[in-house]
């Protein structure tokens, strides 16, 4: 599964988030 570059900067920003 392949993920667009915003794609991986929302995931990102879900992560850091969730900490």
């Known amino acids: 599964m ?3 570059p915003s794609q ?3 995931l990102v920003l879900v992560l850091q988030i969730s900490r």
Do not use: E
């Open 2 to 4: 392949v993920l667009n």
């Open 8 to 10: 991986c900067k929302a």
